[in-house]
């Protein structure tokens, strides 16, 4: 099985900063695209960013320059730094990964659990 777990979420005042970790384990051979979504209460999923698997990012304008993705291939784990947070940024943040568990099979879509970021005096 493959496993995707997000960390790093909290409370946070305005303006402050946060890192979400996010960490794939289980029987791995390759991660494509990986990415970060949010959910706030009541609105639908929407992506954050995105990385390619050499690197390549790609941003939603919500994240408006605040927002940096990267990853560790080695480690298998994606990483945001969120700053300058604002209390609209407020939403449960999920990763996702394009995963192949073996050469020979395709990718396969794989979600976290989610990690909730609350921004708020």
């Known amino acids: 099985q493959v496993q995707l777990v997000e960390s790093g979420g909290g409370l946070v005042q305005p303006g402050g900063s946060l890192r979400l970790s996010c960490a794939a384990s289980g029987r791995i051979y390759s991660i494509g695209t990986m990415g970060w979504y949010r959910q706030a209460p009541g609105k639908q999923r929407e992506l954050v960013a995105t990385?390619?698997?050499?690197?390549?990012?790609s941003y939603a304008d919500s994240g408006g320059g605040r927002f940096t993705i990267s990853r560790d291939n080695a480690k298998n784990t994606m990483y945001l730094q969120m700053n300058s947070l604002k209390p609209e940024d407020t939403a449960v943040y999920y990763c996702n990964a394009r995963i192949k568990r073996v050469s020979y099979r395709p990718e396969n879509d794989y979600w976290g659990q989610g990690t909730q970021v609350t921004v708020s005096s």
């Open positions: 990385i390619s698997s050499v690197g390549t990012t």
